[in-house]
């Protein structure tokens, strides 16, 4: 099993390219995006064969948010928010890009 995602959704969402520390094929990738007029950063990164995924909300060098999820099933976008859902326990991340970045978990 694998998480299921699509590369162009992520890349609308973040703006660009993700970082692949161990190479594409590895399937690990760390996406961030930085909400400049406040300062919060969101970072994600997922390992797609491990089924692993963490989130990160900051502001400057204060974390506000942050979570390791296992058993990860997908990741899908609708062009303004990003849901991670997670298998076991059956639960929903919610991560909103407009019109400010903020996280809402089970939904």
Known sequence: MYIKYNEY???ELFESEPITPSGKEAGQ???S?????????IMLS???YEMKCNIC???GAQVIFEATLEQVEYLHSDGKCLRIHQM????DYLIHFMPSIFIKIGE
């Open 29 to 31: 990738f760390i996406y």
């Open 46 to 48: 997922f390992s797609v």
């Open 57 to 59: 909300l900051s502001a």
């Open 88 to 91: 076991k326990p059956n639960q």
């Open 9 to 11: 959704e992520l890349f």
């Open 33 to 41: 995006k930085k909400e400049d007029s406040r300062g919060i950063e």
